[in-house]
């Protein structure tokens, strides 16, 4: 049984992450999950599909986000995700503030 990775990316602002997410979706074939503002500025998106796919879209949108901003990006992918990191992925407003 294959399980879906799921990637994160933590940007400040919503104008870099809506780039990513651009750039993501044009290049690769990811399921954009959502954005949420993780508070002080800071927004994040999560995306889910196979890992080979989660692990390229994260690098073009960390990339871009970083590209856009000028400032700190961060990330991380999950291979094989625990249940709770997918239910998170699936449903991010249960981080945002």
Same mark, same amino acid.
């Given at each position: 049984m294959t399980? /879906? #990775?799921v &990637?994160f990316?933590?940007?400040?602002?919503?104008?870099?992450?809506f780039d #990513?997410?651009?750039?993501?979706t044009k +290049? /690769?074939?990811v =399921?954009v999950r959502?954005?949420?503002?993780l508070? &002080?500025?800071? %927004?994040a %998106?999560a995306?889910?599909?196979e890992l080979?796919?989660?692990?390229?879209?994260v690098e !073009?949108?960390?990339?871009t986000a970083?590209?856009?901003? &000028?400032?700190?990006?961060?990330s991380?992918?999950?291979?094989s995700?625990?249940?709770p !990191?997918?239910? !998170? +992925?699936? =449903?991010? /407003?249960?981080?945002?503030s």
């Amino acid at each position: 049984m294959t399980r /879906t #990775a799921v &990637g994160f990316i933590e940007a400040e602002g919503f104008v870099p992450i809506f780039d #990513a997410v651009d750039a993501m979706t044009k +290049a /690769t074939e990811v =399921d954009v999950r959502g954005t949420v503002r993780l508070g &002080g500025g800071l %927004v994040a %998106v999560a995306v889910s599909g196979e890992l080979a796919t989660v692990e390229e879209a994260v690098e !073009i949108g960390e990339e871009t986000a970083r590209a856009i901003s &000028g400032r700190n990006v961060k990330s991380i992918v999950f291979a094989s995700p625990a249940e709770p !990191i997918l239910a !998170i +992925a699936g =449903d991010v /407003t249960i981080i945002g503030s």
